[in-house]
């Protein structure tokens, strides 16, 4: 079955720099690619998603890239604020409506 | 609010104790999923519905666990003879939309905090 790997575990960044966190899957047949942002206490909420016939996508500050042939795709924020502190989670999925398989999750830190 | 519910928000139980936790989906939402996220770790895919078929278990949901989703909307999770290794958060999640083989977007309820003691 599906794999999904997640590093760093624990990122720490000052405001305004950028951040990044990658993720590695093990089924080269999952073509969906969502990230979710995790408040303590609070849902998933997803930020971005990426399909696998679309190498880039961007929406403000946030963008995630996919290279299918290397099995990874990577969250970029860039303008870090404070309220990008969360847990972040890549998550992928091989087959319509069947369940995500999420990483282990990042936590961002962004200090002033 | 993404739409979807869940009812209760916390949950605080003996060991040895069933307990039940419902889900309201996003009313046109055909499939339903229920996750289980333990502290420090990512969602952990439970068992998941096409209306009111129950199409697929992880090998995480032991024999205590039971879930249904008898006229395709709401479901519930029941958890029987509870153990403390059961505390942790119950997510549930919707997925709306024809199935075109196009993956939809997954929208989570609050979730459901469970604490065994």
């Known amino acids: 079955g599906e794999n999904v790997e997640q590093h760093p575990s624990t990122l720490s960044v000052q405001e305004g720099d950028s951040a990044v966190i990658k993720c590695t899957y093990s089924d080269s047949a999952s073509n969906y690619f969502p990230w979710y942002k995790q408040e303590l206490g609070k849902r998933p909420q997803l930020i971005i998603d990426i399909r696998s016939n679309v190498g880039e996508k961007k929406d403000q500050r946030i963008a995630v890239t996919l290279n299918k042939t290397a099995k990874h795709f990577s969250l970029h924020i860039t303008e870090t604020q404070p309220e990008d502190s969360a847990v972040y989670f890549c998550?992928?999925?091989?087959?319509?409506?069947?369940?995500?398989?999420f990483g282990k999750g990042t936590t961002l830190s962004v200090s002033s | 609010d993404t739409g979807v519910s869940q009812d209760p928000r916390h949950k605080i139980t003996k060991r040895g104790q069933n307990v039940t936790f419902r889900c309201d989906p996003i009313?046109?939402?055909?499939?339903l999923y229920w996750y289980r996220q333990t502290l420090g770790q990512g969602p952990e895919f439970l068992t998941y519905f096409q209306n009111e078929a129950q199409l697929e278990k992880s090998r995480l949901l032991s024999d205590r666990f039971s879930a249904e989703r008898p006229k395709g909307s709401f479901s519930t999770l029941e958890i029987q003879r509870t153990e403390q290794g059961d505390s942790a958060m119950y997510l549930c999640?919707?997925?709306?939309?024809?199935?075109?083989?196009?993956?939809?977007?997954?929208?989570f309820g609050p979730g459901t905090r469970l604490t065994v003691t």
């Open positions: 998550a992928a999925i091989h087959q319509a409506g069947t369940a995500l398989i």
């Open positions: 999640a919707s997925i709306g939309g024809m199935l075109t083989g196009e993956p939809y977007e997954q929208y």
């Open positions: 009313s046109e939402h055909n499939r």
